[in-house]
């Protein structure tokens, strides 16, 4: 009730009134309003609470996963990450082993992500959800049309969340939680892991959850590999590049590899499907082999350098967690 009757107050705002003269934005408004069948006197109420934050812009145009692997890497493969990732992992072993029994993802990746994401929940964002997605659905041509679909999103799961449209805070995409959910995926994906009956993604218990549901539902197969290091000869590698191309999706298989001379320390059957990856290392080019289960890292963030860190740095908190027994 409170929202529809601020909806309604905001409606006859000066802003709002002035949204109504933008034929873009109008017709914008609609299409989210049939999409989500939410009316667009709430939409438009939705809006006349944002505000542009132009660092929103500036901070979306130079990403991370733009800088090469030599830098990318040491920004999440620290001692103080890894460190930290023990203590979060001895401090919630009951929720992991949990997640673990219930979704078939292991502990290492649940935690990695949450460590890559938020630093263990240490840093979920400042920006404003409301103000992140209207900015980047409205004012950003690139990513508009995905951006104006999670701000749909936004108002449908503040309603389902009982949530005030302004009182969330996430990243500068408009991601929440401890594993920085975007809305759709929070809709979508987030579990009531403790049974409280709400998803809260900005505890450890649904975050855990929440996260091993994720890659449950995106086909994290448990016990197979993710990414194994490669050797590619001078003599092969003009034969190797052929299998290099941006597409995530695994499309070799490891008969191919094999028949082109890149080498790993593994056996694999021979119909395993593989992907190549180049990666601009410290000492040089980095040639890693990898399969499904790094393809469902990238499902939760589009960035081959991002699934590498989560691997990367899952395997060393596996490590010196098992150190720690």
Known sequence: MRFALLSAALLLSPAAMA????PEQAAWIEQLATKFEIPASELNAALAQATYQQSIIDAMTRPA?????SVYRPIFLTE?????????????????????????????????????????????????????????GFHYPPRGEFFRSEFGHYLALSKEQGWELADQKGSYAGAMGMGQFISSSYRHYAIDADSNGVRNLFVADDAIGSVANYFNEHHWQLGDGVAYPAKVSTANAEAAETFLNPNLEI???WAEFVAAGIVIDQEL??????KLLKLDGVDGPEYWVVRHNFYVITRYNRSPLYAMAVYQLSEQLKHAYEKSL
């Open 65 to 69: 996963e733009a800088k090469p692997w």
């Open 269 to 274: 059957d021979a119909e395993t499907p593989v």
């Open 19 to 22: 949204q109504d003269t933008n």
């Open 80 to 136: 103080k990450r890894i460190n930290d990732g023990v203590k979060f992992w001895q401090e919630h072993k009951a929720l992991l082993d949990q997640a673990v029994e219930t979704s078939q993802v292991p502990a290492e990746i649940i935690t990695a992500i949450i460590g890559v994401e938020t630093s263990y929940g240490a840093n979920m964002g400042n920006y404003k959800v409301l103000d992140a997605l209207y900015t980047l």
């Open 251 to 253: 499309s070799h298989t």
